[in-house]
């Protein structure tokens, strides 16, 4: 018995044995497989590329996939496993991701994988298939971008399109190009463009290549045959927010791209593409937002009217038109030397000269000091508190009506009114009429002007007849006559119902005053220094000539009131007000 016993305890002890032994076996065997998974997955999150692809069944493969991959995508990722688990051909795992892509790693994709491993003397090796990485990387190699909506449009006031995203084709020249060849192909579509400007733009580059000219869809397709076989002459084609109508161009215009542009950005997703043989796909990131059309309130035929007024003006000239019963802005045209200055006729400040006694007489009017009726003397020219004031050419019309006086725009009388003012009389009178109120309006910057307060009689001498200290930009100057047609401010508005804000609430301008006002400059156009405009109904106006420097150079100015739009025509070094006033005939006498 005791001899069975023995037998019958060897036999369970080895039959123990073997059960252990198969246990551990299988314990190593799991464990291994962890730890090469877990090697794996820490290698990826530190773009160990050697490491992550020395890991698997095909290092070679896996190293150029890997390599590209961070070089495309980065290095802000987490890969961690779970899931791991051996069966009878090998081991499978899930590998979790997360990607930090995009600025600041503000883009998240996060995923999950599954993989496989198997066994080859003793180690074990992750089966080398791109998809276990990332899905898409089977097709291609990933890359990261911004996914925008499809793109709005900017429409004008009557909802016809007016800038729209476009292909345009970029000529670009490399060092070694025929430039006479490149000049004579391009003469068509860009004559401006010639052998010795590319010459030119290629020294500055310093043997970069350069982009002669962006062409249009329409212009390119006319000199494509002959830029097509050049040598050192590519095409590249970008998208671009362009005008519909290529003659067209305005300030406004760039505040608008910008505020398209945001809207863009504001909308726009992300994508994670893998690059295949026929093309892109997406693999990741989300859809973007549907953005709207841009409603503007531009008048097409109004702008072509005051782009067509400037044409003949070679120095600096702006118009800015406003609708005065809802601030819209209706146009804003420069000429090509405004235009080569900035946007002058939004933010350039400049004396408004005799155009300001619009607020000189509403002040005085305000302050009881005079009606439209009073007499006030017109002399020649007048010593003012110090400040030698004459008239053009020192006329002198001697003992006349204030509208008289206003509408002959005579100097001497709005000095000796200015100087009986409060300090900040003018300075007040002008904000009742926006200027000197700054507006934040979507699409638009815009400054109006300043009006300081005149400490000294001298000084409200001066700023009585636009001069001194005050300065207006064609836009304030047009707000100025917008209220006085409304009798109040209207906030301007470029982009429909989205009305700017001021930086301060214009105060209100009495009742009477603006019509009192608006009288006079109704004189103006049929008796005073506008007559040229006469025959145009109901017109009301005021001109302005501003000296600068010295008595030797004068801007010009003049501002209009013709039923619900309001304007005003600037033109630098004009001499006087009558280009300024002959430019305002064009516009108004065109059709639009």
């Given at each position: 018995?005791?001899?069975?016993?023995?037998?019958?305890?060897?036999?369970?002890?080895?039959?123990?044995?073997?059960?252990?032994?198969?246990?551990?076996?299988?314990?190593?065997?799991?464990?291994?497989?962890?730890?090469?998974?877990?090697?794996?997955?820490?290698?990826?999150?530190?773009?160990?590329?050697?490491?992550?692809?020395?890991?698997?069944?095909?290092?070679?493969?896996?190293?150029?996939?890997?390599?590209?991959?961070?070089?495309?995508?980065?290095?802000?990722?987490?890969?961690?496993?779970?899931?791991?688990?051996?069966?009878?051909?090998?081991?499978?795992?899930?590998?979790?991701?997360?990607?930090?892509?995009?600025?600041?790693?503000?883009?998240?994709?996060?995923?999950?994988?599954?993989?496989?491993?198997?066994?080859?003397?003793?180690?074990?090796?992750?089966?080398?298939?791109?998809?276990?990485?990332?899905?898409?990387?089977?097709?291609?190699?990933?890359?990261?971008?911004?996914?925008?909506?499809?793109?709005?449009?900017?429409?004008?006031?009557?909802?016809?399109?007016?800038?729209?995203?476009?292909?345009?084709?970029?000529?670009?020249?490399?060092?070694?190009?025929?430039?006479?060849?490149?000049?004579?192909?391009?003469?068509?579509?860009?004559?401006?463009?010639?052998?010795?400007?590319?010459?030119?733009?290629?020294?500055?580059?310093?043997?970069?290549?350069?982009?002669?000219?962006?062409?249009?869809?329409?212009?390119?397709?006319?000199?494509?045959?002959?830029?097509?076989?050049?040598?050192?002459?590519?095409?590249?084609?970008?998208?671009?927010?362009?005008?519909?109508?290529?003659?067209?161009?305005?300030?406004?215009?760039?505040?608008?791209?910008?505020?398209?542009?945001?809207?863009?950005?504001?909308?726009?997703?992300?994508?994670?593409?893998?690059?295949?043989?026929?093309?892109?796909?997406?693999?990741?990131?989300?859809?973007?937002?549907?953005?709207t059309d841009i409603h503007t309130t531009l008048d097409i035929g109004l702008q072509r009217a005051a782009e067509a007024a400037l044409?003949?003006?070679?120095?600096?000239?702006?118009?800015?038109?406003?609708?005065?019963?809802?601030?819209?802005?209706?146009?804003?045209?420069?000429?090509?030397?405004?235009?080569?200055?900035?946007?002058?006729?939004?933010?350039?400040?400049?004396?408004?000269?005799?155009?300001?006694?619009?607020?000189?007489?509403?002040?005085?009017?305000?302050?009881?000091?005079?009606?439209?009726?009073?007499?006030?003397?017109?002399?020649?020219?007048?010593?003012?508190?110090?400040?030698?004031?004459?008239?053009?050419?020192?006329?002198?019309?001697?003992?006349?009506?204030?509208?008289?006086?206003?509408?002959?725009?005579?100097?001497?009388?709005?000095?000796?009114?200015?100087?009986?003012?409060?300090?900040?009389?003018?300075?007040?009178?002008?904000?009742?009429?926006?200027?000197?109120?700054?507006?934040?309006?979507?699409?638009?910057?815009?400054?109006?002007?300043?009006?300081?307060?005149?400490?000294?009689?001298?000084?409200?001498?001066?700023?009585?007849?636009?001069?001194?200290?005050?300065?207006?930009?064609?836009?304030?100057?047009?707000?100025?006559?917008?209220?006085?047609?409304?009798?109040?401010?209207?906030?301007?508005?470029?982009?429909q119902g989205q009305p700017g804000k001021p930086d301060k609430q214009p105060p209100a301008l009495p009742a009477g005053i603006a019509?009192?006002?608006?009288?006079?400059?109704?004189?103006?156009?049929?008796?005073?220094?506008?007559?040229?405009?006469?025959?145009?109904?109901?017109?009301?106006?005021?001109?302005?000539?501003?000296?600068?420097?010295?008595?030797?150079?004068?801007?010009?100015?003049?501002?209009?009131?013709?039923?619900?739009?309001?304007?005003?025509?600037?033109?630098?070094?004009?001499?006087?007000?009558?280009?300024?006033?002959?430019?305002?005939?064009?516009?108004?006498?065109?059709?639009?």
């Amino acid at each position: 018995m005791a001899e069975f016993s023995r037998r019958a305890f060897t036999g369970v002890c080895a039959a123990a044995m073997l059960v252990t032994a198969t246990a551990c076996s299988g314990s190593d065997s799991t464990s291994g497989l962890s730890k090469t998974v877990d090697s794996f997955a820490d290698a990826l999150t530190r773009d160990d590329v050697p490491a992550a692809a020395n890991a698997t069944s095909d290092p070679a493969t896996a190293s150029t996939t890997l390599g590209t991959l961070y070089d495309n995508l980065g290095k802000q990722v987490r890969f961690t496993a779970s899931k791991v688990e051996k069966n009878d051909s090998g081991g499978t795992f899930t590998l979790n991701a997360t990607w930090k892509l995009g600025k600041d790693g503000k883009d998240e994709w996060t995923y999950a994988t599954t993989g496989r491993a198997s066994r080859s003397g003793g180690d074990w090796k992750i089966q080398w298939d791109p998809t276990t990485i990332a899905p898409g990387l089977n097709i291609g190699p990933l890359s990261y971008g911004v996914a925008y909506p499809q793109p709005a449009k900017i429409l004008d006031s009557a909802g016809g399109d007016l800038l729209t995203q476009q292909v345009v084709t970029l000529v670009n020249v490399a060092p070694g190009a025929d430039l006479a060849a490149v000049a004579a192909a391009l003469r068509p579509v860009a004559p401006d463009v010639t052998a010795e400007s590319l010459q030119s733009d290629l020294a500055a580059a310093q043997g970069k290549p350069i982009t002669a000219v962006t062409l249009r869809d329409s212009d390119y397709a006319t000199v494509q045959s002959a830029l097509t076989n050049l040598a050192n002459v590519t095409l590249s084609q970008q998208t671009r927010l362009l005008t519909v109508d290529k003659s067209l161009s305005s300030p406004t215009f760039s505040g608008l791209s910008d505020l398209w542009q945001q809207q863009a950005d504001a909308g726009a997703g992300w994508a994670v593409r893998a690059q295949g043989g026929d093309g892109t796909q997406r693999v990741g990131g989300p859809d973007p937002k549907p953005v709207t059309d841009i409603h503007t309130t531009l008048d097409i035929g109004l702008q072509r009217a005051a782009e067509a007024a400037l044409t003949p003006i070679t120095t600096p000239a702006a118009i800015v038109a406003l609708q005065p019963s809802t601030g819209n802005v209706l146009a804003m045209a420069q000429n090509a030397a405004g235009d080569a200055q900035g946007p002058i006729g939004l933010t350039g400040l400049y004396p408004p000269g005799s155009t300001f006694k619009t607020v000189t007489v509403s002040a005085a009017m305000q302050e009881g000091e005079v009606t439209p009726d009073s007499m006030v003397a017109c002399p020649g020219k007048e010593n003012i508190e110090g400040r030698e004031i004459p008239n053009d050419n020192n006329f002198d019309l001697g003992q006349v009506p204030l509208h008289t006086a206003f509408a002959k725009s005579c100097n001497t009388t709005m000095g000796r009114l200015a100087v009986q003012l409060a300090p900040d009389g003018l300075t007040n009178a002008a904000a009742q009429l926006g200027l000197g109120i700054d507006y934040v309006t979507p699409g638009l910057t815009t400054v109006t002007g300043k009006v300081p307060t005149a400490d000294t009689p001298a000084l409200r001498v001066e700023e009585g007849i636009g001069q001194g200290k005050v300065t207006a930009s064609p836009f304030g100057m047009a707000l100025v006559a917008a209220a006085l047609a409304q009798g109040s401010v209207q906030p301007p508005t470029l982009v429909q119902g989205q009305p700017g804000k001021p930086d301060k609430q214009p105060p209100a301008l009495p009742a009477g005053i603006a019509d009192q006002v608006k009288s006079m400059m109704r004189e103006t156009i049929t008796g005073g220094t506008a007559t040229a405009l006469r025959d145009i109904p109901g017109l009301l106006g005021k001109t302005g000539t501003a000296e600068y420097i010295d008595d030797k150079h004068a801007h010009g100015w003049f501002v209009g009131i013709d039923g619900d739009l309001a304007f005003a025509v600037f033109i630098s070094d004009a001499g006087s007000s009558e280009p300024a006033v002959q430019a305002a005939g064009r516009m108004l006498r065109a059709p639009h």
